[in-house]
């Protein structure tokens, strides 16, 4: 099975950035492709930003132009820059893979940010 592993949420005021990290078990390469979802308390899980192995992006609506997704083939690593923060990016940030029929999740790991 894949294992994933976030890191890098925290506190951060509003207007600030943060990076979330997640890394994998294995080859970003063998991946359908990666992302990161948020779920707020009470709403429900939502994209973030995708990336497939080939390169391409997407992004949610409320994050386009503010949030960057990013792969690092070597550390087998998949980055989320996060600038301009806002209150309504809190959440808890999630590592996703897909690979062949298979999803993969992460632990998740905690975005506050304050106003």
């Known amino acids: 099975q894949v294992r994933l592993v976030e890191s890098g949420g925290g506190l951060v005021q509003a207007g600030g950035s943060l990076r979330l990290s997640c890394a994998a078990s294995?080859?970003?390469?063998?991946?359908?492709?990666m992302g990161w979802y948020r779920q707020a308390p009470g709403k429900q899980r939502d994209v973030v930003a995708t990336?497939?192995?080939?390169?391409?992006?997407n992004y949610g609506d409320s994050v386009k132009g503010r949030f960057t997704i990013s792969r690092d083939n070597a550390k087998n690593t998949v980055y989320l820059q996060m600038n301009s923060l806002k209150p309504e990016d809190t959440a808890v940030y999630y590592c996703?893979?897909?690979?062949?029929?298979?999803?993969?999740w992460g632990q998740g790991t905690q975005v506050t940010v304050s106003s």
């Open positions: 996703n893979v897909l690979k062949g029929l298979n999803v993969y």
């Open positions: 294995e080859s970003v390469f063998r991946f359908n492709g």
């Open positions: 990336i497939t192995t080939g390169g391409s992006t």
